[in-house]
C-alpha cells in the first residue's frame, strides 16, 4: 500500500489596505491537494474562503503550511462495514509556496502559480520491528489556476497540478499525476461557499506496473462569519476511484467541523476535525487538521 494515495488536494483590485488583506489571505490556501494520507479524500485541505479571489490585483505572496494527524484504525470493506484497519498513524504536512497576479492583457482575471512540498510520516506499532516507521518528502505539485467573477459575491475558475514521481523511496507513488478541477466561491452577507469539483489521472506506477484508474471529488465549505475573529464552518468531501488491473471500484463521503481564526490581517490559522460517515472499500478518515497562512 503507497503512503501517497494523491496529493491534491486549497490571491486580488483597488481596495484599501486591510480589506486587501483579507481578501488575499481568504485565497490563501486556492491550490491545496490533497490528502495526503491514504485515509483523506482529494483536496480535502481546503479552508473557508479558499477560492474567494480577486481581480485586478497587485502581485502578491502566500506561504502556506498543512498539518494533519490521521488515526487508520478503520477501513470500509466491500459490504460497506466499518472493519478493523491498520492501526497506523500518518502525521503529514504540505508545505506550499503560491504566486499570485492579474495579468495586464486582461486585469478581469486573477491567475496563481504554486509549488506544494509533503511531508510524511507514518508510524505502525503493530509491525515487524525496523518497519514501524516511514517517512520522508512526498511527491511534489507544480501547477496554475485562473478565475473570473461573473458577479462581484462570486469566483469562478479551473485548476490544474502536476505532480511528479521524485519523492523520497516508500513515500512516493512512482507514478505522475495530473489533478484538474473547477472551482467556484459564492459570498452572501457573512455565510461563504466554497467548493470544487474535479478529476485525478495518474500514469503507471514503476514499483508494481499497475497503472490506477480515475478518481472523481469534490469539496465543499460551508462558513459562516461570527465575529470579526472566528468563522466556524462545515465540510463536506466526497471521492469515487474506478479501480483497474483487479483493483476494486471505491468511493467515500467524509463530513467535518472547523473553526477559522482570522488572527491578523495577512495571517489565519485554521482548525478542523473530519471523519467518515459512508464509504466502500475506502479508509475510514478520522484526521485532526492545522493550517496556517501568511501573505505578503
Known amino acids: 500500500m503507497t503512503i501517497l494515495q494523491h496529493v491534491a488536494i486549497s490571491p486580488t483590485a483597488s481596495i484599501g489596505l486591510r480589506h486587501a488583506n483579507v481578501t488575499r489571505l481568504s485565497a490563501v490556501a486556492l491550490l491545496l491537494f490533497a490528502g495526503a494520507s491514504q485515509a483523506q479524500t482529494t483536496f480535502d485541505v481546503i479552508g473557508p474562503h479558499e477560492y474567494a479571489l480577486p481581480v485586478d490585483f497587485k502581485p502578491f505572496n502566500v506561504f502556506v503550511q498543512y498539518g494533519t494527524f490521521q488515526d487508520n484504525a478503520r477501513v470500509y470493506n466491500d459490504d460497506g462495514d466499518s472493519v478493523r484497519g491498520p492501526g497506523s498513524h500518518a502525521i503529514t504536512g504540505l508545505s506550499k509556496y503560491v504566486r499570485f497576479w492579474s495579468p495586464e492583457s486582461n486585469r478581469q482575471i486573477g491567475v496563481a502559480w504554486e509549488v506544494i512540498v509533503p511531508e ?30 461573473p458577479k462581484g459575491n462570486i469566483t469562478f475558475g479551473f485548476q490544474s497540478f502536476m505532480q511528479m514521481p521524485m519523492g523520497t523511496q516508500g513515500v512516493s507513488d512512482t507514478n505522475w499525476k495530473n489533478l484538474s478541477s473547477f472551482l467556484w466561491d459564492w459570498q452572501i452577507g457573512k455565510f461563504d461557499w466554497d467548493g470544487d469539483a474535479g478529476v485525478v489521472w495518474q500514469g503507471k506506477r514503476t514499483d508494481d506496473r499497475i497503472k490506477p484508474g480515475l478518481t472523481w471529488h469534490t469539496n465543499h465549505r460551508f462558513a459562516y462569519r461570527v465575529t470579526t475573529r472566528l468563522e466556524p464552518f462545515l465540510a463536506l468531501d466526497s471521492e469515487h476511484y474506478s479501480g483497474t488491473g483487479g483493483q476494486p471500484d471505491s468511493w467515500v463521503v467524509d463530513a467535518g467541523l472547523g473553526l477559522m481564526v482570522h488572527t491578523f490581517n495577512n495571517q489565519s490559522i485554521t482548525m478542523r476535525y473530519s471523519t467518515s460517515i459512508a464509504g466502500n472499500n475506502h479508509s475510514v478518515n478520522d484526521s485532526f487538521n492545522l493550517k496556517y497562512a501568511y501573505v505578503w
Do not use: E, Y
Request: charged share 15%; no cysteine.
Open 120 to 149: 510524511v510520516s507514518v508510524r505502525n506499532p503493530g509491525a515487524a520491528s525496523g518497519d514501524r516507521l516511514t517517512s520522508g518528502i512526498g511527491d511534489p505539485l507544480t501547477g496554475f489556476a485562473i478565475w473570473f467573477k
